[in-house]
C-alpha cells in the first residue's frame, strides 16, 4: 500500500489548479501597466460618449458656468469632485445611495433633476453604469478648466500638425550602421540599434520546436501536430524556417486566425442590442462580414482595398463574383443600434472608422473641441454629414445569383410560409382598424376640430371619447383636411371651410356655408349634413365635427346591421345615407387603409404582435442552411445631407454648417476640399487609404507588431493622438510603414519580414540584467511569452480530443452549448454575451477593441477543471490515446501516455514524466475507460490524466 501517495482527486485537482492559478504569477508588470492604461482608457471613452454629453444636454443650463443652482456646477471635474450645498454627489460605498443617482432616478420627491422631466431609463442606467464603476472624470489641464487659452483651435491644428509625430508624413529613414549590421535584416538593425544603445544584446534563436509551435499560434491559431513538429525539426534545409512560414501563411485556416484580431477593432455581434417593442434583434447575414474579413487576409487582399471595400464598397460597381465583396460594408453595420437612435448608430460609426483606421478618437468632439487632439466639433459633424447622407436600403443585396438547390428551395418555402402568416394576420388587421376608423371617425373629426382651433399640444394625449386614437390615422386625418384635394369632394371641402372661421364668428358665418353653388347642391351627402347643420345648430367647430362625424357613424352602423340582415346588399335606399357610406368607403377617405397604411397604424401591442410574425420571417434567413447571403450595406441617399454643428451635441441646438469633408488636420492628404460624390464616404475611403496619409499606414503595421510581439511599437494602437503612448521604436515604425505601402499594402509580406527576422525568433528566457534595465522589454530584448486568447485555448481542447470541426466560413454557433467549431464563429449576443466569453476577456462589441484584457480570475479556473466541456474534451483525449495505439508497441500503458503526450502538447513525455504518469495509471484503483456514468462520476484515472495536460500551462502558453 502507497501510504505517501495523494488521494487521486485531491492530487489531480491540485495540479489543475496549480496548472491554471499560475497564470497570474506570469503576468509580466508590463501587462499589468498596460491593462491598467487599457481600463483608464475605456472609462475616459465611456465618459466623452456617454455621460459629458448627457451632462452638457440636461445639467450644464442650470449648473454650468452662467448658472450654479444650488451651489452645483457640473461642467467640470474639480466642481463635480467639490459637490453642491447639500454636499457631495457620490456614495463611493454605495453608488445607488448616490445623492447623483436618487436624483435622476426621481427617488426622492425632495430632490428630482432635471426638474421639468425625467431622463430615459437608458440615461439613467448609463449614470448608474458610470457612478458603479467610480465616477470615472479625465484629468483637465489648466488651461481648460480656466478657459484662457491664447491660440486659437485653428492654429492648435496648425500647430499639432506640425510637431505631433504621428501626423509627419511617412519617410523611408535610413538604416542604423553598426559593426555587424551588414548580415541583419532592415528590421533588426533598428531593434538591435536601440540595444546596443542600452548596452544590452538580444536573447540567442529559440530552439525549433518553440519556433513552430511560435508560428503556427501567430498565424493559423492551431497548434503543430507531433508530426509535423518532428518533421521540421529534422529539416536541416537552410529555408526550412522560411518554407514553414509561407505555407502557413497559404493555410486556409490563417484567414481565420486574423479575421478574429479585426473583428475586435470592427466590434463585431451578431445582434443589435436591445430594441423595444419585439423587435428582431439579429443580423441574419452578420456571418457575411466575418467571411469577407476571412477571405480577404487569406487572399492577401492589399490593405488599401480593404479599407475602401468597407466604407464604401456599394459606390464601387461591382458585378459578378465581384460582389461577394459588398459584405465588407458590415464594418460600418454591425454595430449596437442605440434603440434605433440614429444619432448615436453615426457617432458609433464615426468611431470605429477613425479609431479603425487612423487610430484617433474623432467621436470625442461630438459635444466640444476635442480636448486634447486636433479634432475640432465642426470636423466631427462633417463625418456626420457623411454617414447621415447614407442609409441602409430596405432589402439587402444579394452576394451572389443563388442557385437553384434544394436547400435552397427549401429555404424558399419555408421563408413563404412564414410571410404567409404575416400577410394573413395584417389582412385581417387591416379589415378590423378600417371598421374601427369607420366606427369611430367623430372622434378623429373632434380631434383635428380641437387642433384646428386650440392649436397643437406637444404633450396632448391621442385619446377621443371612447379610448386612445391612433396616432396615425390622427396624423393622416390632420394632413387629409388642412391640404385641399380637388376628388376629395364637397362634404371635406365644406369641413376645411368651416376650420378656416375664426372661433369668435363661427356660428355667424356658419349660415353663409350653407350657399354653396348649385354643384354642390347635387350632393346628396352635403345636402343631409347641411340639413343636420341646421337644425343642430352647433356654435363651435368642434360641435360641428361631432354632428358630421355622427352622421357617418350612423349610417356605418346602418350598413352593418344592413348587411347581417341581407349579405348580398349593394348600397342604402335612402340616397342621402348611400352618398354618406360611399364616402366612408372611399379609397380616398383615411378611413381606407392599404397594407403599408395598415402597418403604419399598428398600436403598441399590435406592432409587438406583427414584429413577433415578422422575426419568425427573419428567423428562416437567420437560421436555414439555405437562406442566399446577402451583404449589410449602405447606400447613399438620394440627396445628400448638408451637416451643421450640433451645439453642446444637442440635436435641437443646430449651429453653423460644415461641409463634409476628411478631417483638417490630415487636409494635405486631398487638400480639404469637401466632398461632393453623393454622401462621401467613397472619397473619405480614399483620403483614409491615401499613402500620403501620415497615420493609416503607421496604425495598421503597428497593429501587426503588436499581434506578433504581444504589444505595438505604439502600445496604445488606437490612439496615436497627443495622449497616446509614443513608438518606442519611431524609425522602425516609419520603416515598417513605407515599406507597406511599397510592397502593394501586403499584410502577409509584412508578416512574413517580421517573422524572418531575428528578434522574432529569438527565445522568451528572461535574464536578470536585461530585465533590471528594460523590465518591460519595450527595447525587445526578448520574446515576450503569451497565453493563449479563449478561442485559441478553446480551439487547442479540441485540436487534443480530436473533435474540432474545422470548416470555413458560414454562420454564428451557441459554442458554449457544446459546438465543436471554432471559437471565431461563437454567436455573439450583445444583450447576453454568454458568461464563459466574458470571463475569458472576449471584449464586449460595444465598441472597437485594439487590445484584449487579459485578466486571471477564479472563473477561469473553474471552468476549466469543473466544465462539462473540458471533462468532455479529457474523456476524448483519453480515449483517442487508446485508441491510436499501434498493434505490436510495445509496453500498452507506456505507448498510451506518449500517444496521449503527442495529441495534447505534441511532444514525447521525458522519462520521469513518463514513470510518473505510469505510476499513477498503474497504481489507482479505476473504471472501466469506457463508462457511461453521468458527469458528476468521478473520472477514470486515465480521463484524469488527460484533464491535468489539458491544464497545463504548457497547453495554455506559447513561447
Not at 473641441?369 to 466631427?380: E, G, Q
Request: aromatic share 8%; with cysteine; hydrophobic share 35%.
Amino acid at each position: 500500500m502507497h501510504t505517501d501517495r495523494v488521494p487521486i482527486r485531491r492530487r489531480t485537482y491540485h495540479s489543475a489548479f496549480l496548472a491554471v492559478g499560475i497564470f497570474s504569477l506570469l503576468l509580466s508588470v508590463e501587462t499589468l501597466a498596460t491593462e491598467a492604461n487599457a481600463a483608464e482608457d475605456r472609462k475616459e471613452a465611456f465618459f466623452e460618449s456617454k455621460i459629458r454629453p448627457l451632462l452638457v444636454e440636461h445639467c450644464v443650463d442650470c449648473h454650468g458656468p452662467d448658472d450654479q443652482s444650488g451651489e452645483l456646477r457640473l461642467d467640470r471635474k474639480v466642481h463635480f469632485q467639490r459637490g453642491g450645498g447639500s454636499g457631495a454627489l457620490i456614495n463611493s460605498g454605495n453608488a445607488d445611495a448616490s445623492r447623483l443617482v436618487k436624483a435622476i432616478g426621481y427617488q426622492d420627491n425632495s430632490l428630482q433633476m432635471p426638474p421639468d422631466y425625467k431622463l430615459a431609463e437608458d440615461e439613467i442606467e448609463l449614470f448608474r453604469k458610470w457612478v458603479r464603476e467610480g465616477a470615472h472624470w479625465p484629468d483637465e489641464e489648466a488651461s481648460d478648466a480656466d478657459e484662457t487659452e491664447t491660440m486659437s483651435f485653428a492654429d492648435q491644428i496648425i500647430a499639432q500638425r506640425e510637431s505631433h509625430w504621428a501626423f509627419q508624413p511617412i519617410s523611408m529613414p535610413q538604416l542604423p550602421e553598426f559593426e555587424g549590421a551588414e548580415g541583419l535584416t532592415p528590421i533588426d538593425r533598428f531593434v538591435r540599434d536601440r540595444l546596443r544603445n542600452a548596452d544590452l544584446s538580444p536573447n540567442p534563436k529559440a530552439d525549433r520546436e518553440t519556433l513552430i509551435r511560435r508560428a503556427y499560434f501567430t498565424l493559423i491559431g492551431l497548434p503543430p501536430t507531433y508530426e509535423e513538429i518532428q518533421a521540421f525539426v529534422n529539416d536541416d534545409a537552410a529555408d526550412a524556417f522560411e518554407k514553414l512560414v509561407d505555407r502557413l501563411l497559404d493555410n486556409p485556416h490563417y484567414g481565420e486566425r486574423w479575421a478574429r484580431h479585426w473583428l475586435d477593432i470592427a466590434r463585431y455581434g451578431d445582434t443589435k442590442g436591445y430594441l423595444a417593442g419585439n423587435q428582431e434583434t439579429r443580423y441574419p447575414f452578420a456571418f457575411t462580414f466575418r467571411d469577407y474579413v476571412i477571405d480577404a487576409f487569406n487572399s492577401d487582399k492589399p490593405y488599401d482595398q480593404f479599407i475602401i471595400e468597407q466604407i464604401a464598397a456599394d459606390r464601387l460597381n461591382l458585378e459578378g463574383d465581384d460582389r461577394q465583396s459588398l459584405a465588407a460594408m458590415g464594418f460600418l453595420t454591425v454595430g449596437r443600434r442605440f434603440m434605433n437612435r440614429r444619432h448615436d448608430i453615426i457617432d458609433d460609426q464615426i468611431d470605429v472608422v477613425t479609431r479603425g483606421f487612423l487610430g484617433l478618437s474623432v467621436s470625442c468632439a461630438r459635444c466640444h473641441d476635442h480636448k486634447y487632439d486636433p479634432i475640432p466639433t465642426a470636423d466631427y459633424y462633417s463625418l456626420y454629414g457623411v454617414f447621415n447622407s447614407s442609409e441602409e436600403p430596405g432589402e439587402l443585396p444579394l452576394l451572389g445569383e443563388p442557385k437553384s438547390t434544394p436547400q435552397y428551395e427549401e429555404f424558399l418555402k419555408a421563408q413563404a410560409e412564414k410571410q404567409k402568416e404575416v400577410d394573413v394576420w395584417v389582412e385581417e388587421r387591416r379589415v378590423a382598424t378600417e371598421d374601427e376608423l369607420r366606427s369611430r371617425i367623430a372622434d378623429y373629426l373632434v380631434y383635428f376640430a380641437e387642433e384646428a382651433t386650440q392649436g397643437k399640444n406637444a404633450k396632448q394625449k391621442y385619446q377621443g371619447k371612447r379610448g386612445p386614437l391612433r396616432r396615425a390615422a390622427v396624423r393622416r386625418w390632420q394632413k387629409f383636411l388642412t391640404t385641399p384635394n380637388e376628388s376629395s369632394g364637397p362634404v371635406w371641402d365644406l369641413l376645411r371651410a368651416m376650420a378656416a372661421i375664426p372661433a369668435d364668428q363661427f356660428a355667424e358665418q356658419l349660415q353663409s356655408l350653407s350657399q354653396v353653388d348649385a354643384d354642390a347642391k347635387q350632393s346628396p351627402a352635403l345636402k343631409r349634413l347641411l340639413g343636420q347643420l341646421s337644425s343642430s345648430q352647433p356654435q363651435t367647430l368642434v360641435e360641428a365635427a361631432q354632428s358630421i362625424g355622427d352622421q357617418f357613424e350612423a349610417v356605418y352602423q346602418q350598413w352593418k346591421d344592413a348587411k347581417k340582415a341581407d349579405e348580398n346588399l349593394q348600397q342604402l335606399e335612402e340616397p342621402g345615407d348611400e352618398a354618406l357610406r360611399q364616402i366612408l368607403w372611399s379609397a380616398t377617405t383615411p378611413t381606407t387603409l392599404n397594407r403599408d397604411q395598415m402597418i403604419s397604424h399598428l398600436d403598441q401591442s399590435e406592432r409587438n404582435r406583427y414584429n413577433q410574425l415578422k422575426n419568425q420571417v427573419n428567423g428562416v434567413e437567420v437560421t436555414h442552411p439555405g437562406a442566399p447571403s446577402r451583404g449589410m450595406v449602405m447606400v447613399d441617399k438620394a440627396k445628400a445631407i448638408e451637416p451643421v454643428i450640433f451645439r453642446r451635441g444637442v440635436p435641437g441646438n443646430r449651429g453653423d454648417r460644415v461641409p463634409r469633408r476628411f478631417l483638417q488636420v490630415l487636409e494635405d492628404v486631398d487638400g480639404g476640399k469637401p466632398f461632393n460624390d453623393g454622401s462621401g464616404r467613397l472619397e473619405l475611403a480614399h483620403a483614409i487609404a491615401n499613402p500620403d496619409n501620415p497615420l493609416t499606414a503607421r496604425v495598421i503595421v503597428n497593429r501587426l507588431w503588436q499581434h506578433h510581439f504581444g504589444d505595438g511599437l505604439v502600445r496604445t494602437s488606437s490612439d496615436f493622438g497627443t495622449r497616446g503612448d509614443p513608438p518606442t521604436h519611431p524609425q522602425l515604425l516609419d520603416y515598417l510603414a513605407a515599406d507597406f505601402m511599397n510592397g502593394g499594402w501586403s499584410i502577409k509580406q509584412m508578416q512574413r519580414r517580421i517573422m524572418l527576422t531575428e528578434t522574432w525568433q529569438q527565445s522568451s528566457d528572461l535574464r536578470e540584467h536585461a530585465a533590471t534595465v528594460d523590465p518591460e522589454n519595450r527595447l525587445l530584448w526578448h520574446m515576450p511569452r503569451k497565453r493563449l486568447e479563449f478561442e485559441a485555448l478553446r480551439d487547442r481542447l479540441l485540436v487534443a480530443a480530436g473533435r474540432l470541426d474545422d470548416r470555413i466560413g458560414g454562420r454564428s454557433v451557441m459554442i458554449h452549448e457544446d459546438a465543436t467549431r471554432r471559437g471565431l464563429y461563437a454567436y455573439i449576443d450583445r444583450e447576453d454575451l454568454p458568461g464563459l466569453l466574458a470571463n475569458f476577456d472576449v471584449p464586449s462589441p460595444d465598441a472597437s477593441r485594439a487590445q484584449r484584457t487579459k485578466t486571471t480570475v477564479p472563473q477561469q479556473s473553474l471552468y476549466l477543471m469543473n466544465s462539462q466541456f473540458v471533462i468532455d474534451q479529457a474523456k476524448a483525449l483519453a480515449k483517442r490515446s487508446a485508441e491510436s495505439i499501434l498493434e505490436n508497441s510495445g509496453d500498452e500503458t507506456t505507448e498510451r501516455i506518449r500517444r496521449m503526450y503527442r495529441h495534447a502538447l505534441a511532444r514525447d513525455p521525458n522519462d520521469n514524466e513518463l514513470k510518473r504518469a505510469a505510476d499513477f495509471v498503474t497504481s489507482t484503483p479505476t473504471v472501466a475507460d469506457d463508462h457511461q456514468e453521468p458527469a458528476s462520476t468521478p473520472l477514470n484515472t486515465w480521463e484524469q490524466l488527460a484533464q491535468v495536460l489539458l491544464l497545463s500551462n504548457e497547453f495554455a502558453f506559447v513561447d
